[in-house]
């Protein structure tokens, strides 16, 4: 059978071998678990099929859509693993390239002397850490334990492969260096996130990956270890396929931004496409932070797969819920912000998630649209989820750190310490 849709002024030609008695039909694909679970690989020869095998009919009702598909498709290439290197960090290095980039075009390289340590330790805007001689040292106060130990735990796994050096690492949730500052005040201070256009911190993997995160009620000691969540989650959604999941979109979690309001209210006016909630935080006071409701119970990360779409939208920073909902296999509907983390770059809109305008104005048109077009809704998810599943290991992590701080070293650093500072102590 040969399709022929128009896309704006050309035409794409597609051609599709079926079964030569089966008319394609949507509802047929998606009630057969094979196409979500058993699902051929996307590669540069079938990576329009069947998004773009669509009938005169729909495509005419969502042209505006599936030409924004067809163009993010067009512009994108599948990320090379290589099978042999487990370890491998390669796809994400660009992002340290461009953190350091920027001191090096505004202060040259290797401009980080003793001099300018002592002003960043003076200054106080993030935690002191030093190398000497294979061994870690920090300040003796950390303003989060956690989030300290969860940073220490991934450089003490590659410490005999850094050379010696000082080290400022922000455990706040905000990043500290804005690109606005006078020159004299751009430290090149680390951070796990930053707002891109705003900030200029050089991004480190959040210390979430090993310990800290949100402390809620069903985890008080904050979300847990990236890699055990990962076997979870993992778990959880092999013994839920796409058409056992409910058709509706989900979102649980505190009030630490008012951009989340409209999620909120859209879940009070469209129940039948939205179950959206605030729940309580250390902040709560009473139902005016929960927008006149009572809070919601918090939702475990597992019951969040149970849902075929779910929200994310940054809070303070960006949001620590991100890399999760992919693992569900479901489709992640990002709503659009500046806050990454180091990974976010990689994820491509109507590749790997669906992007939901900053200011809402498209979310109930994209959910209808989903939901008219289920097939394509459940590839979105699948390869969202191994994206996540086969990109952001903890050996990523590791490989990630070791780079981020030999180039941090190599290329920004002049001053070395020869011995440890008397004021630190040592972290084992």
């Known amino acids: 059978m040969i399709v022929l849709r128009k896309f704006n002024n050309f035409s794409l ?12 039909n949507h509802s047929d694909a998606v009630d057969n678990e094979s196409c979500y679970d058993k699902e051929r690989p996307i590669d540069a020869k079938n990576k329009y099929l069947p998004e773009f095998n669509i009938e005169d009919g729909l495509y005419q009702k969502w042209s505006k859509i599936f030409d924004a598909i067809r163009l ?14 487990v370890t491998s960090c390669t796809l994400f290095l660009p992002s340290i390239d461009s953190d350091l980039r920027y001191f090096e075009e505004n202060f040259g390289s290797n401009f980080i002397t003793e001099e300018l340590i002592n002003k960043m330790i003076a200054d106080n805007r993030g935690v002191h850490y030093q190398i000497v001689g294979k061994r870690l040292y920090r300040q003796s106060n950390c303003m989060f334990p956690s989030r300290c130990q969860g940073i220490e735990h991934f450089i003490l796994e590659i410490i005999d492969k850094l050379p010696n050096m000082d080290l400022i690492i922000n455990v706040r949730d905000y990043p500290q260096v804005g690109r606005y500052f006078s020159n004299d005040q751009q430290f090149p201070i680390l951070s796990f996130s930053k707002e891109v256009t705003s900030y200029a911190d050089i991004i480190y993997p959040a210390w979430t990956f090993w310990s800290g995160g949100p402390a809620l009620d069903i985890y008080p000691n904050g979300i847990g270890r990236w890699d055990l969540i990962r076997e979870k989650l993992l778990k959880t959604q092999s013994k839920l396929p796409w058409t056992k999941k409910k058709n509706i979109a989900f979102f649980r979690g505190s009030r630490t931004s008012s951009q989340r309001d409209p999620i909120v209210m859209l879940g009070r006016s469209r129940p039948d496409l939205v179950d959206a909630k605030y729940t309580k935080n250390q902040a709560w006071k009473s139902k005016a932070d929960t927008l006149g409701d009572e809070p919601a119970k918090t939702v475990s990360f597992e019951d969040h797969c149970e849902y075929k779409y779910l929200f994310n939208v940054h809070g303070v920073a960006a949001s620590f819920r991100y890399k999760h909902l992919f693992l569900c296999r479901s489709v992640v509907l990002n709503v659009e912000s500046d806050w990454i983390e180091f990974f976010y770059p990689y994820l491509k809109p109507w590749i790997h998630y669906v992007p939901i305008d900053k200011n809402f104005d498209n979310v109930v048109e994209v959910l209808e649209f989903l939901n008219d077009n289920q097939l394509l809704a459940s590839r979105i998810a699948k390869r969202g989820f191994e994206f996540i599943r086969d990109h952001l290991t903890m050996n990523t992590i590791r490989c990630y750190w ?11 650093i002049s001053y070395r310490p020869m011995k440890p500072d008397p004021n630190l102590i040592e972290i084992y």
């Open 402 to 412: 070791q780079n981020l701080l030999t180039l941090y070293s190599d290329r920004i």
């Open 13 to 24: 030609f597609i051609l599709l071998i079926l079964p030569i008695s089966s008319k394609f």
């Open 72 to 85: 993010a498709h067009q512009n994108y290439s599948e990320p090379y693993i290589d099978k042999n290197n």
